[in-house]
Every structure is written in C-alpha cells, then in structure tokens.
C-alpha cells in the first residue's frame, strides 16, 4: 500500500490527466512538487493523507477542481501548493489553520474561494491569493494574520467581508494593493 508520493515522483508528467485514489487508500505525504507541471484536471484528496509539501500541485494549468476530504488530519496549505494551477473555484476546509505564502498565487482563473464554517484558519501568508480573479471574499473571524501581498494584484477583487466577532490583529504591507474595491 502506497504512503508516500516522492518529490518530482510525476513532475513533468505532461500527459497525466487523471489520477484516481480508491477507497482503501493509506497514502499519507504528497511530497515537493510531485505532480508539478502534470495536466490533471481534478483531484479528490483521500482522508489519510496528512502532508502535502511545497509546490505539490504548482504550475497544473489544467487543474481546475480539488477537493478536500470532509475530515482530514491536515492543517496547512503549504507554500506554493496550488500556485500557477488552473483552478476555479476552491472550498477551503474548517479544519486548515494556515494558507503559506503563495499558497494559490498566479492561479490566474481562480474566482471563488469558500471558507467552510467554522473555519479554524488563522494565517492567509504572503502573496497566498496574489494575482487571481477573486471578486469577493469573505475572512473567517479566527484569522489572525493577513500577511504582506496576500491579496495583492487582484484587479478583480470589488468586495472583502471580515465575519463578526473579527479576531484580525495584523494586515501586512500591500495586502490588498492593486484591487477594484467599490
């Protein structure tokens, strides 16, 4: 039973298009951009996995849907994980603490980011939804920090709505330079 997928393990793979976890799956590490620069167009994330490193997922034009198990032992976004990938819309689940620098930045058709409920995240880091399509977002009341650039460039962005009972204490530099805010 496969636990780990290496660094690089499928990098450069440009006709992998699909990959599909069963049911019974153990994989528990997505290692350093081991599917970085595939063509796959969707992934449903199997529960066991608790790690996806740096820039797993980064530079999948053709990434447009990810999925996040309902219960899952991960709690971070790592740095560059989805970042110059072709996703659209994603659902950031309750249990993620923390989005690292670049987490989505220069997914150029990224639109919709949803923050389940409950939302335990307390980090958006630097440059995390740098460059998107994002046009409204809404930040869940238990983040804390909205690092430097985390919003920056995104000229479509009309609206940002912090959820009652806020406990922001710090907003970096240029967090949100650069936007349509009406």
Do not use: W
């Not at 990959?19 to 620069?37: E, G, M, N, R, S």
């Not at 009341?141 to 204490?169: L, P």
């Amino acid at each position: 039973h496969l636990k780990m997928i290496n660094e690089e393990c499928f990098s450069n793979c440009t006709n992998l298009r699909s990959i599909i976890f069963p049911i019974d799956c153990v994989l528990q590490i997505i290692k350093k951009k081991a599917f970085y620069l595939t063509n796959i167009k969707k992934i449903i994330l199997p529960s066991s996995v608790t790690c996806i490193e740096e820039s797993a997922f980064s530079h999948c034009k053709d990434l447009e849907t990810f999925i996040f198990p309902k219960i899952s032992k991960i709690s971070s976004i790592n740095v560059g994980t989805f970042s110059e990938s072709g996703i659209i819309s994603i659902t950031i689940p309750s249990y993620i603490k923390s989005l690292c620098s670049r987490s989505f930045s220069r997914c150029y058709s990224l639109q919709t980011v949803i923050f389940e409920n409950d939302s335990k995240l307390e980090t958006i880091g630097e440059n995390a939804f740098s460059n998107t399509k994002i046009e409204t977002i809404t930040i869940p009341s238990n983040v804390i920090t909205i690092e430097a650039n985390a919003f920056f460039d995104c000229i479509f962005m009309k609206s940002i709505k912090f959820e009652k009972n806020t406990k922001i204490n710090k907003i970096g530099n240029s967090a949100f330079f650069n936007n349509s805010f009406e």
